[in-house]
């Protein structure tokens, strides 16, 4: 759908052109109604029209100025003008300002028609045009991209073939100096950053493009740029760190220049500021580097796990992230901290006790690689978070590890004294473990309660007996610990279905009875 805008000062006029318009053509436009020049320019500037219908002689604003201003903006419409006879020098001056089409009043309706679908068919090819340039830049853009990832991605790559791939991409191997920029984008879906830098820096006539991570990667004639963008950007609500490297000179320096950007924007994870901020390789490539890392406090602190002092965890951790110290030093210092964490504490978990949760692996996949936090902040909070997870995960694998065993040993001791009166406290005292404790713990390991568990030990015995010994039925109630033969054939019948004397005679019909020999 076209925006098309009609202007003139008789309201009659207006409405008839817009009812004449929107019969001939439903839904093709989007109809705007202004009575004078200064509210048409009004309005298209709100809203940008496609086309403009204006009379030439209004009050205030007439025609030829509102057409000289339209031709001012960066994008004017497709203009029309309508005219009586005496307008004629009106009418020459109009087209001298490249009006599409000249109407004479009273408005004929076929001619009307005509001239719109002439401007209707310029419009459609202007957009065609549009596009093919539009895809025919993106492509070059593409290409240039890609030939200086290419030369940013491999270290080994000799100079001339440097220098001919950077002409390929439009970077002149003799230009004047320049500095490479990293943006890393804090941006929504919209992509609105990306848009801002590329017309920013294209309008500088420097090189922009995107890097294998996405960030954008400008080469800027001078450090006043960079600034300058970066205050644009938070000008309109938006994030962005750069990173902006040493001046370099040629295209044998381009790799040198990017690794350096890279390396002064790691130092945006340290000093997070609102919108963004621009650091410099100049200002960070003196900074101490870092001194042996303190290998015993994380030794310490992987000791700590399981333990159950989570005030002592936190202590060490921040102990160790002293943000101070930090600061001071290179960011390579933060680096093999981040990594000490990941081999000497976290990985040596997941080795003595196996995977975590999916909770804990969850949290630990963010913090794994340090920049996947926004700030230092953010990772150490994550971190501590990930330890004190540890600590109780590692402290339920002992305790799991410590009631296992103990287990084992009650259902071994059950396992052999069957045949006793056997109860709950006379177990859980042989495994010296306490009464409520144990009997959780008994179920779980289990699967059932303390006497149901018993009962179905004593009827296995039983059954045994009743198939390969002859065995009266109160005789083998006793041997299996039961105080009454009433209660054997209870429980009997409770897990079998039939009596201790049915489910003999049916095992001895199946397999013979023993010695050949029938129950009595």
């Known amino acids: 759908m076209y925006r098309l805008l009609i202007v003139d000062d008789e309201r009659n006029i207006r409405i008839g052109l817009k009812a004449m318009i929107e019969r001939e053509y439903p839904s093709r436009f989007s109809i705007g109604l202004a009575a004078g020049g200064e509210e048409a320019l009004e309005m298209h500037r709100a809203e940008k029209a496609d086309i403009v219908v204006t009379d030439i002689r209004m009050p205030g604003m007439d025609g030829l100025e509102l ?20 307008d004629f020098q009106y009418a020459k001056e109009a087209i001298a300002h490249k009006v599409r089409e000249y109407l004479l009043k009273p408005i004929v309706r076929e001619e009307l028609f005509r001239a719109l679908n ?65 943006v890393r984008k804090e941006d929504p879906p919209s992509g609105t950053l990306a848009q801002l830098a590329e017309a920013y820096w294209k309008s500088r006539q420097s090189i922009c493009f995107e890097d294998k991570d996405r960030n954008l990667v400008v080469l800027a004639g001078d450090e006043t740029a960079v600034t300058d963008f970066a205050r644009d950007v938070q000008g309109k609500g938006l994030r962005a760190d750069i990173g902006v490297s040493l001046k370099a000179a040629g295209a044998a320096q381009l790799k040198r220049g990017y690794q ?21 390789y100049a200002d960070v490539r003196r900074l101490p580097k870092p001194d042996p890392i303190p290998e015993e406090l994380f030794r310490r602190l992987a000791n700590l796990l399981g333990t159950g002092r989570k005030q002592d965890i936190k202590e060490l951790w921040h102990e160790i992230m002293d943000l101070g110290e930090i600061k001071r030093r290179d960011i390579a210092y ?26 804990i692996l969850k949290i630990y996949k963010k913090i794994g690689y340090l920049y996947h936090s926004e700030t230092v902040y953010g990772y150490i909070h994550d971190a501590e978070a990930l330890l004190l997870r540890l600590d109780d995960y590692v402290k339920d694998v002992k305790e799991a590890h410590v009631g296992h065993a103990e287990m084992k040993a009650a259902v071994d001791y059950i396992r052999e004294h ?81 009596s201790p004397m049915e489910y003999r005679e049916k095992a001895w019909a199946h397999a013979g009875a023993p010695n050949g020999s029938k129950a009595k």
């Open 334 to 359: 933060l680096e093999r901290l981040s990594r000490m964490l990941n081999e000497m504490v976290i990985d040596r978990v997941f080795a003595d006790y196996g995977e975590a949760s999916v909770e």
């Open 260 to 280: 350096e950007a890279k390396q002064a924007l790691k130092y945006a994870f340290l000093h997070a500021r609102p919108g963004g901020g621009v650091f410099y």
């Open 118 to 182: 002439r401007m209707i068919a310029e419009l459609r090819q202007e957009e065609q045009v549009a596009r093919e340039l539009e895809a025919l830049g993106k492509y070059r853009e593409e290409q240039a991209a890609d030939q200086l990832n290419y030369i940013l991605l491999h270290p080994d790559i000799p100079e001339d073939e440097i220098d001919r791939r950077c002409a390929k991409a439009g970077l002149d191997p003799a230009a004047a100096p320049y500095c490479v920029a990293v």
């Open 418 to 498: 069957y045949d006793k009166p056997l109860n709950m406290a006379t177990v859980s005292n042989h495994v010296s473990l306490n009464y409520s404790y144990f009997s959780e713990t008994f179920k779980q390991f289990t699967g059932m309660s303390f006497v149901p568990y018993v009962k179905k030990i004593r009827i296995e015995k039983a059954k045994e007996l009743l198939e390969h010994s002859h065995g009266k039925v109160y005789e083998i109630a006793a041997q299996v610990g039961f105080e009454s033969v009433k209660q054997f054939n209870r429980v009997f019948r409770e897990h079998e279905g039939i």
């Open 67 to 86: 057409i000289r201003k339209l031709g001012e903006l960066p994008f004017p419409p497709a203009v029309m003008i309508l005219s009586g006879y005496d």
